[in-house]
Protein backbone atom coordinates (compact mmCIF):
# COMPACT_ATOMS: atom_id res chain seq x y z
CA UNK A 1 0.00 0.00 0.00
CA UNK A 2 2.85 2.29 1.02
CA UNK A 3 4.25 1.50 -2.64
CA UNK A 4 1.16 2.30 -4.68
CA UNK A 5 0.83 5.29 -2.62
CA UNK A 6 3.93 7.14 -3.36
CA UNK A 7 3.82 5.59 -7.08
CA UNK A 8 0.30 7.77 -7.41
CA UNK A 9 1.86 10.79 -5.96
CA UNK A 10 4.51 10.35 -8.89
CA UNK A 11 1.86 9.69 -11.41
CA UNK A 12 -0.13 12.76 -9.90
CA UNK A 13 3.28 15.22 -9.94
CA UNK A 14 4.16 13.74 -13.25
CA UNK A 15 1.02 14.34 -15.65
CA UNK A 16 0.59 18.02 -13.98
CA UNK A 17 -2.38 17.26 -12.03
CA UNK A 18 -2.02 18.09 -7.80
CA UNK A 19 1.03 18.24 -8.16
CA UNK A 20 0.81 19.39 -4.32
CA UNK A 21 -0.97 16.50 -3.38
CA UNK A 22 1.03 13.94 -5.56
CA UNK A 23 3.78 15.27 -3.45
CA UNK A 24 1.79 14.66 0.30
CA UNK A 25 1.23 11.51 -1.21
CA UNK A 26 4.71 10.53 -2.26
CA UNK A 27 6.05 11.76 0.88
CA UNK A 28 3.30 9.58 3.28
CA UNK A 29 3.81 6.36 1.19
CA UNK A 30 7.57 6.76 2.12
CA UNK A 31 7.26 7.58 5.41
CA UNK A 32 4.26 4.32 5.83
CA UNK A 33 7.54 2.47 3.84
CA UNK A 34 10.07 3.49 5.87
CA UNK A 35 8.50 2.86 9.08
CA UNK A 36 7.38 -0.91 8.02
CA UNK A 37 11.38 -1.23 8.49
CA UNK A 38 11.77 -2.01 4.49
CA UNK A 39 14.88 -0.69 3.18
CA UNK A 40 14.66 -1.82 -0.64
CA UNK A 41 13.91 0.65 -3.10
CA UNK A 42 13.60 4.02 -0.86
CA UNK A 43 16.42 5.26 -3.14
CA UNK A 44 14.29 4.93 -6.04
CA UNK A 45 11.25 6.79 -4.06
CA UNK A 46 13.34 9.09 -2.44
CA UNK A 47 14.47 10.36 -6.09
CA UNK A 48 11.21 9.99 -7.42
CA UNK A 49 10.00 12.32 -4.46
CA UNK A 50 13.03 14.69 -5.24
CA UNK A 51 12.51 14.58 -8.96
CA UNK A 52 9.08 15.99 -8.04
CA UNK A 53 10.05 18.54 -5.81
CA UNK A 54 12.25 20.36 -8.41
CA UNK A 55 8.87 20.28 -10.70
CA UNK A 56 7.28 21.96 -7.99
CA UNK A 57 10.06 24.60 -7.47
CA UNK A 58 10.99 22.62 -4.10
CA UNK A 59 15.03 22.44 -4.89
CA UNK A 60 15.72 22.97 -1.12
CA UNK A 61 13.80 20.05 -0.25
CA UNK A 62 14.18 17.88 -3.56
CA UNK A 63 18.29 18.23 -2.81
CA UNK A 64 17.58 16.40 0.78
CA UNK A 65 15.55 13.69 -0.43
CA UNK A 66 18.53 13.30 -3.17
CA UNK A 67 21.04 13.42 -0.42
CA UNK A 68 18.97 10.67 1.89
CA UNK A 69 19.23 8.76 -1.60
CA UNK A 70 22.90 9.04 -2.77
CA UNK A 71 23.53 7.84 1.20
CA UNK A 72 21.35 5.09 1.24
CA UNK A 73 22.41 3.80 -2.18
CA UNK A 74 26.30 4.23 -0.88
CA UNK A 75 25.38 1.76 2.12
CA UNK A 76 23.29 -0.80 0.13
CA UNK A 77 24.53 0.09 -3.73
CA UNK A 78 20.84 -0.45 -5.07
CA UNK A 79 19.56 2.09 -7.54
CA UNK A 80 21.63 4.31 -10.07
CA UNK A 81 23.90 6.87 -8.51
CA UNK A 82 24.23 7.99 -12.25
CA UNK A 83 20.62 8.99 -12.09
CA UNK A 84 20.65 9.98 -8.20
CA UNK A 85 23.73 12.66 -9.41
CA UNK A 86 22.37 13.87 -12.71
CA UNK A 87 19.09 14.75 -10.73
CA UNK A 88 21.20 16.51 -8.39
CA UNK A 89 22.41 18.54 -11.06
CA UNK A 90 19.22 19.52 -12.40
CA UNK A 91 18.12 20.73 -8.95
CA UNK A 92 20.82 23.19 -8.56
CA UNK A 93 20.27 24.69 -11.84
CA UNK A 94 16.56 24.78 -10.93
CA UNK A 95 17.38 26.91 -7.62
CA UNK A 96 20.37 29.30 -9.51
CA UNK A 97 18.51 31.73 -9.48
CA UNK A 98 20.52 33.81 -6.82
CA UNK A 99 21.95 36.48 -8.38
CA UNK A 100 25.62 36.47 -8.88
CA UNK A 101 26.37 32.98 -8.21
CA UNK A 102 24.61 31.61 -11.68
CA UNK A 103 28.24 30.01 -12.98
CA UNK A 104 29.06 28.69 -9.96
CA UNK A 105 25.78 26.73 -9.56
CA UNK A 106 26.55 25.94 -13.39
CA UNK A 107 29.92 25.02 -12.43
CA UNK A 108 28.81 22.51 -9.84
CA UNK A 109 25.87 21.10 -11.52
CA UNK A 110 28.14 20.09 -14.54
CA UNK A 111 30.26 18.46 -12.43
CA UNK A 112 27.21 16.61 -11.28
CA UNK A 113 26.63 15.56 -14.86
CA UNK A 114 30.30 14.74 -15.58
CA UNK A 115 30.30 12.28 -12.59
CA UNK A 116 27.44 10.48 -13.87
CA UNK A 117 28.50 10.16 -17.05
CA UNK A 118 31.69 8.17 -15.71
CA UNK A 119 30.25 5.96 -13.28
CA UNK A 120 27.25 4.89 -15.93
CA UNK A 121 30.13 4.72 -18.87
CA UNK A 122 32.09 2.42 -16.33
CA UNK A 123 29.04 0.36 -15.60
CA UNK A 124 28.18 0.23 -19.17
CA UNK A 125 25.11 1.99 -18.71
CA UNK A 126 24.19 3.08 -21.85
CA UNK A 127 20.64 4.89 -20.37
CA UNK A 128 21.84 6.21 -17.75
CA UNK A 129 24.66 7.69 -19.41
CA UNK A 130 22.37 9.21 -22.26
CA UNK A 131 20.36 10.91 -20.04
CA UNK A 132 23.41 12.22 -18.10
CA UNK A 133 24.98 14.00 -21.73
CA UNK A 134 21.38 15.00 -21.91
CA UNK A 135 21.43 16.98 -19.03
CA UNK A 136 25.22 18.35 -19.38
CA UNK A 137 24.12 18.96 -23.15
CA UNK A 138 20.88 21.30 -22.47
CA UNK A 139 23.30 23.42 -20.09
CA UNK A 140 26.10 23.36 -22.48
CA UNK A 141 23.42 24.97 -24.73
CA UNK A 142 22.79 27.45 -22.69
CA UNK A 143 26.46 28.42 -22.31
CA UNK A 144 27.05 28.63 -25.68
CA UNK A 145 28.60 25.05 -26.05
CA UNK A 146 26.51 24.13 -28.91
CA UNK A 147 29.47 22.56 -31.21
CA UNK A 148 30.91 20.17 -27.74
CA UNK A 149 27.03 19.64 -26.36
CA UNK A 150 26.04 18.41 -30.31
CA UNK A 151 29.59 16.36 -30.10
CA UNK A 152 29.01 14.22 -27.08
CA UNK A 153 25.67 13.69 -27.33
CA UNK A 154 25.57 12.38 -31.17
CA UNK A 155 28.35 10.33 -29.92
CA UNK A 156 26.10 8.48 -27.62
CA UNK A 157 23.23 8.70 -29.58
CA UNK A 158 24.86 6.23 -32.08
CA UNK A 159 25.24 4.01 -29.87
CA UNK A 160 21.76 2.85 -29.63
CA UNK A 161 19.99 0.69 -32.37
CA UNK A 162 16.86 0.02 -31.20
CA UNK A 163 14.07 1.80 -28.37
CA UNK A 164 13.68 4.94 -30.90
CA UNK A 165 9.99 5.28 -29.69
CA UNK A 166 11.53 5.32 -26.27
CA UNK A 167 11.05 8.96 -24.58
CA UNK A 168 14.95 9.38 -23.96
CA UNK A 169 15.86 8.70 -27.29
CA UNK A 170 13.11 10.96 -28.56
CA UNK A 171 14.33 13.90 -26.32
CA UNK A 172 17.79 13.22 -27.20
CA UNK A 173 16.79 13.24 -31.39
CA UNK A 174 15.18 16.62 -30.35
CA UNK A 175 18.10 18.12 -28.60
CA UNK A 176 20.54 16.78 -31.60
CA UNK A 177 18.37 18.99 -34.03
CA UNK A 178 18.09 21.70 -31.60
CA UNK A 179 22.32 21.79 -31.19
CA UNK A 180 22.83 21.61 -35.04
Same mark, same amino acid.
Given at each position: ????? #?? *???????????????I???????A =?????? @???? *?????????? @???????????????? /????????????S +????? *????????????V??? +?????? /?????????? +? !???????? #?????? =?? #?????????????????M? @?? !?????????????????? *???????
Amino acid at each position: MAQGT #SL *RGWALVKQGQRREEGIAQLRQGLA =VYQATG @AELG *RPYYLAELAE @ACGLVGQGEEGLRALA /EALAAVHKSGEFS +ETELC *RLKGELMLKRSGVRGR +ESEVQG /EAEECFLKAI +E !IARRQSAK #SWELRA =VM #SLARLWQQQGKKKEAHEML @AE !IYGWFTEGFDTKDLQDAK *RLIEELS
